[in-house]
């Protein structure tokens, strides 16, 4: 049995949660700074850097107070070390490591990316429910949809993953988020567009759904965005040899902003599900079908993404797992799941591990 500490900073939620055996959450506090942000329409990485130093201590005692235990119950301390905001991950890495030194316990660094493809498996204490199997999970078509990253996997088992694709531009919530602040939606945009696309007809516009080469698995989102862009603010015009718009969306009417949503929304999604049937072809095709997919990421939550993804899975009579809402968005439960399978083979780090602003893979 194993329960292991989990830090989480790497952009501008400061977690912590204990969990137990890599799957049994007793704990997931997350002090969200979306309040801070909202008033720049975006993360401010200094602001959220400084947050997160006045954060992180009270996170961790709430955190242990909710699962009822000690510090000296804990049989390691795990953190999100990469990739994200550096400032905001160095908070998080200098806390674990300061845990780790006055505790006498193991020091494990854990790569944020990855750690939303585990967030699927993961079960809350008061809600238990029957583990996964690996041989019923594994090997897994993984889809990692976030503000900084959309890519997807072969996942072999939780820490053998290759990346088939990923963004050669935007990143699928950045994408959503840039829409939304089209739109004049407030901070976070992803949720707030979601909510305002379920008034639209989304059929109202025909917004590009990116393809790149016919066997590419990777994603592009910039061309969407423009298109966005165009149909909200109309043609930029040159004036005096400075290009403006002409239009922002207060010319728009409520149901128009809503058409824009919905339709954006559909082509957004319909990028990822392409992807996805084309990654269940290729690998039929080479006699390697998948058992399950398994996805990650803030944009999980996503209300349209779930309905089609589920569509998709039963009509390609495979399994899908989706995190729990409390588990899609930036999280340390799942940093702690994790690292659990790295414990349990005595793979750990000592005081040199760094915070890294990139994902190796």
Do not use: W
Not at 83 to 104: C, F, H
Not at 196 to 208: E, I, S, T, V, Y
């Amino acid at each position: 049995m194993t329960l292991i500490l989990g830090l989480e900073t790497s952009c501008d939620e400061t977690a912590c949660a204990l969990v137990r055996d890599g799957r049994e959450a007793l704990s997931n506090i997350i002090a969200s700074q979306h309040d801070l942000h909202a008033e720049y329409g975006g993360v401010v990485p200094e602001i959220a850097s400084r947050a997160h130093v006045e954060r992180i201590l009270p996170v961790v005692r709430e955190s242990l107070r909710a699962a009822g235990v000690g510090l000296r119950d804990v049989d390691a301390i795990a953190v999100g070390h990469r990739p994200g905001l550096i400032g905001a991950l160095l908070v998080g890495v200098a806390g674990a490591k300061a845990l780790a030194l006055a505790l006498g316990k193991p020091l494990i660094g854990v790569d944020h990316v990855h750690a939303h493809l585990y967030a699927p498996l993961l079960t809350d204490a008061s809600k238990p429910r029957a583990p996964v199997s690996a041989e019923a999970l594994y090997p897994a078509l993984g889809l990692v949809v976030s503000g900084g990253h959309t890519a997807l996997y072969r996942c072999d088992g939780p820490r053998t993953l290759t990346r088939l694709g990923s963004t050669i531009d935007d990143a699928v919530g950045e994408a959503f988020d840039k829409a939304a602040a089209m739109l004049g939606l407030p901070h976070p945009g992803g949720p707030n567009l979601d909510k305002l696309a379920r008034d639209g007809n989304d059929r109202a516009h025909d917004f590009p759904v990116s393809r790149l080469a016919p066997d590419s698995l990777d994603f592009s989102y910039s061309g969407l965005k423009t298109s966005v862009l165009y149909c909200v603010r109309g043609a930029p015009v040159r004036d005096g040899g400075v290009t403006r718009f002409e239009r922002d969306h207060t010319h728009l009417s409520a149901q128009a902003r809503a058409d824009i949503a919905a339709s954006f929304q559909r082509a957004a999604v319909r990028a990822v599900t392409l992807k996805i049937e084309r990654a269940l072809d290729a690998a039929s095709e080479r006699g390697h079908a998948y058992r399950s997919i398994i996805v990650g990421g803030g944009v999980s939550a996503n209300s349209r993404l779930r309905t089609d993804l589920a569509r998709l899975a039963e009509r390609r009579a495979v399994d899908l797992h989706l995190p729990a809402m409390a588990y899609c968005l930036d999280n340390a439960a799942m940093i702690a799941g994790l690292a659990h399978h790295r414990l349990i083979n005595a793979d750990t780090d000592d005081l040199t591990l760094r915070a890294e602003p990139t994902t190796t893979a």
